[in-house]
């Protein structure tokens, strides 16, 4: 552009620019800001962003229920992946009490689930089974137990507490809810654990019993002890979480502590399929997961609970692949690096 053309262009535009700026709209007549709307389902990426979209159909108050998580240690956990071995013949099945599992993912138990979605316990059922997990029923279900089995096509265990006033009425319903199992939930991480609930539970039922909420390998032992089929490490009770990051560096001592007689499981703030692979380097046989099917029920109902175990479950095989571990079987503790511990001060792998 040329300097005469380049001052014609400037003398148009210095008129406009010495104007005065027109006044404000009034404020009757200022268009609000639209509120963000809803995402696609199918246009997620991964487990982490269906909790904005809980929070958009929740608000704040009910959402703060279902959010959360103590990630210090696990973000600090990397794996080690191993390239040239074929996993063409990619193989995630387990076994886990006398049940066949499409992956070792689990739908764990938060109760009375109509607080986030109208349908509650029955969505979060069809959504597990379309995605081929099985689910574990709070004892504090909002529907009835019978309900929630009719729509499950996979396993269902149930949940309950031990000392709980209502232990008898729930355990004579296990048989409605077509239960494989009964998961247990004592307080753990004070030291030691009331196991008269335990005995209870194991008396009052046939079915294999897992104990839930265990951080200690001498626990791990003494539920072994008093009958327990199966464990699950722990430090959430309610849906709170206690001052005890690190849950998966408490998985391999408990691991130890019960020399393969029982499968140990585990709980506690996995929301990717990288941290359910740690997990089950360190020696868990299945992970259960609670806030991110919670974020997806709220957020689309059913298909969202579908979508969240779907994702977990495509990554847990991604990473399987790239870490050179064609099956279960093949995952072990050579497979990760640890370059965080526990707290200064802390104690609890004993």
Known sequence: MGTGAAAGVLGAITPALSQPAKPAAPAALRIPNPPPLQVPRADLVNVLEYEPQARLVLGPAKSALITGSDRTITDRITLRPRMNIPTRDLDLTCTLFGDQHFTPIIVGPIADQKRFHPEGEVAMARGASAAKAAMVISSDASLPLSAIAQAATTPLYLQVYANSPKLKSVLAESGAAKARAVFVTVNSGTGSVDWKGVDAVVKGTSLPVIVKGLTRPQEAKEALAHGAKGVVVSNYHGGNAAALPGTLLLIEPVVQAVGGQIPVLVDGSFRRGT???????????????????????????????????EMLQTELARYMCMCGRPSLAAVNNSLVRVHAALPAGRNDHG
Do not use: S, T
């Open 275 to 309: 941290d359910i692979l740690k997990a089950l380097a360190f020696g868990a046989k299945g992970v259960l997961i609670g806030r991110p099917v919670m974020w997806g029920l709220a957020a689309y109902g059913a298909d969202g609970v579908q979508g969240a175990v």
